[in-house]
């Protein structure tokens, strides 16, 4: 099962941003998908971005669309947030699923939008 851990969260003013860091620990081969997550208090957790490590798919958030960009190089995976707004206060988590359907989360990075 691959290791995954975020870094780059933090606290920002509204129309701020952020790059959030998610690195793989182990070898990323049997990967099929990656991407990030984010749950905000008493709410559920919600798909951020997800990209294929095989095709050109790749998935946004509408709530993240035109303002968050994934980008992957090698077993790191990246998430740049721009204009952030304090609905994006939420803890980030980096997602791995594998070949064999076994899913990976990393510990999570709180990101907090002040306005």
């Known amino acids: 099962q691959v290791q995954l851990a975020e870094s780059g969260g933090g606290l920002v003013q509204a129309g701020g941003s952020l790059r959030l860091t998610c690195s793989a620990s182990s070898s990323i081969n049997n990967v099929l998908f990656m991407g990030w997550y984010r749950q905000a208090p008493g709410k559920e957790r919600d798909l951020v971005a997800l990209?294929?490590?095989?095709?050109?798919y790749t998935n946004y958030g509408d709530s993240v669309k035109g303002r968050f960009t994934m980008s992957r190089d090698n077993a790191n995976l990246y998430l740049m947030m721009n204009k952030l707004k304090p609905e994006d206060t939420a803890v980030y988590y980096c997602?791995?699923?594998?070949?064999?359907?076994?899913?990976?989360w990393g510990q999570g990075t709180q990101v907090t939008v002040s306005s």
């Open positions: 997602y791995a699923v594998e070949r064999s359907r076994t899913e990976s």
């Open positions: 990209v294929s490590t095989t095709t050109a």
